[in-house]
């Protein structure tokens, strides 16, 4: 387990809740979801840059009005060489998926955010 709990610590930064809830309920559950974890956000050749992982994931933390999950999202999209323009569009397409109700909530937390940030 702890491989792959190591690999998804240095993608997500910190282990994931759900990782340690299914390791407290049983081992192998927890190795379960770590290898889950692992499978999603493995490099691989011609498939989704991690750019494109972390836009894609920042949309629905936006979508879902999940401020604290979308600023630490902002700073992996910086690290990973994100432009303001598609941090913008994520947004956009947040609102478009999670209703304009839940864009007008979280934008008035992640606009600053990003100014921060350096967007």
């Not at 600023?71 to 990973?80: A, E, G, S």
């Not at 998926?97 to 937390?109: H, L, M």
Request: aromatic share 6%; charged share 25%; with cysteine.
């Amino acid at each position: 387990m702890t491989e792959n709990i190591e690999s998804v610590k240095q993608v997500k930064g910190t282990m994931p809740k759900a990782i340690k809830m299914a390791k407290q309920m049983d081992d192998d559950f927890g190795q379960g979801v770590a290898s889950f974890y692992k499978a999603i956000w493995k490099d691989r050749e011609d498939g989704l840059s991690m750019k494109n992982k972390h836009l894609m994931v920042f949309t629905i933390a936006c979508s879902k009005n999940n401020t604290n999950s979308a600023k630490k999202i902002l700073v992996k999209l910086k690290n990973h060489g994100a432009t303001r323009a598609e941090v913008l569009d994520a947004m956009m397409m947040a609102a478009w998926a999670g209703g304009i109700q839940n864009f007008t909530d979280i934008s008035s937390d992640v606009l600053p955010e990003m100014e921060q940030i350096g967007f």
